[in-house]
């Protein structure tokens, strides 16, 4: 008998990760990236408040943080005008989607998302069995209609919406996507994925009440707050699904100092609009190095810009691997049409002087090698 | 249709947790405990190099952490005079044993542990759908010949082993580990958790290969390395094992700053032994506590020492009870006949001398309210 006995969905996936990360890379190429803007991370880092939790908390990290992450729920639930039982905090959006998925889909579930949204939402699904559907976008928008319309012709159990989206960075306002909800087929649960959504224009957040049975909302600190490396998500919905993250999740997962971090993130409103007002300067930066080579630069609700190469999937790849070679980190996305853009996060001043010098050779070196 | 269609799974399972924090014990008594010795944590806490580290690492946690956590895998790798390929580290070994029943574990499939040991591996092995059979415990210690017996009998999947014992403390030479492993039937894999093996005497850890594919052994940061609340841990096996995490992991699951005080915590010898000896003398201490009370207390290879208060479950029960009330944390087996007993963590002189003050009257309470 063979080690270990894996089961037989464990034995079907494949040994594949949804991102390479940028360290990875910088070993692969023996040296430091100049400019990290491929991860959507908020380079403007997270309030100086947050900071100095996280340090404080360094001296207590010998306890292990409350299972029940309470303080931080009722701080959210202040901040939401909603009820701590409407919240559930978990080891970031990505640690809360596996847990959802783990829910609700088993061997063969239907499940739908737009072809080319995030992947590790599709590598849950792969993990647990679940049978994904896609829908295309729509002029770069996903298509809420559309997801909708599939997730009724399959009988879905979940169908994943990000307002705004990654990797495009286009939005729909929170209005249409209660107006598309409307259509949603009985027991399918929308994930709303709003993780970028302290980026975008006012009223881009669904208005939807919190006890809305019909769908999860993800928000997260990785974004705007710029906590990525603290891992601390939540999710907002009615109190039942809530209470069912408690039958799965790692109870003991959440560490210390990122619950510290995180309120003290969440209490600085003035950081919050610093780092949004850095985010639209960025954004504009992006979008005039973007048209002075050439390029459109997509309209953004996020910490990203997407930019359209103008060609194809591997003129863009081009593109993008002159940039790293450049030591300038940025992803694309993985399916077409949108693969014909690369997407870049938001920096500061010299992260985006590093772009602006880098662009033109790569898109020289791209052209050449595309002539040839 | 109702609203969320769980997976039948899912909805089967209890709305149970593993532990109750101490946070929410604070919160339900309403004031602070005076001394925290319920949940095995280092209140000698971190090295200094390592809080350093975390404090340093603050102002960068804007960035996700390293998904290949490749410094620290390296950095043990050398520790322990492995290669990488045979490390994964995880998110606390509680995620990592949530990973490996996942890969291992489906509706039905059998596993074997103790009448009363870890409770969130008995958690996860419930939440895949599993069929936990359990064997006693002889003499409060583990019976290793008496769990391969019964992996053997029931065709198990994964048998759970902690060597040290928690809750009991008890311990087997890791050579008698290795001996009973010779029986272990084809195919069922050993769950060695060593999360407690630097508290041990000398000899303790299993001296097996790491490429062998009959287990697995877990490690952390969370006990003598004082970092619990950073939620680091790692498992020790073969290549194919290790690498089948990356399946269903959170590749971006670990925080940034724990990965930098986990391997700063690593480096300093001088801290581990230090505190080493902290817990040989607490774990003195408090068996003298125990003795001058006309208790007993149990040897110890672990940072905590199980006292046997020399009555039924009940009466330990009442004895914890007085003691929380009385402001100190500590907590107790769930199974007969170890909950005779309670379990106190090592802590420093003024939570020792909390709990020596607090002991009598919790007693003499609870042995008013058994004669009675």
Known sequence: MTYPRYTPLAESLPATVPFVGPETQERQRGAPFAARLGANESIFGPSPHAIEAVKQAASEIWMYGDPENHDLRHALAAYHGLRAENIVVGEGVDGLLGYLVRLMVSSGDPVVTSQGA??????????????????????????PRALIAKAGEVGAKLVYLANPDNPMGSWHTGSDIVAAMADLPAGCLLVLDEAYVECAPEGTAAPVEADDPRLIRMRTFSKVYGMAGARVGYGLAAPGLISAFNKVRNHFGMNRAAQAGALASLRDIDWLSHVQSEIKAARDRIAVIARDNGLIPLPSATNFVTIDCGQDGAFAKAVLDNLVAAGIFVRM??????????????GKSGDLDAFAAALPRALLAARKRSQT
């Open 333 to 346: 996305p993985f399916a077409e049409p949108q693969n014909r853009c690369i997407r870049v996060s938001c």
């Open 118 to 143: 995030y992947p590790t939402f599709n590598y849950h699904v792969a993990g647990f069995g679940g049978t994904l559907h896609t829908v295309p976008y729509r002029d770069d928008h996903e298509d």
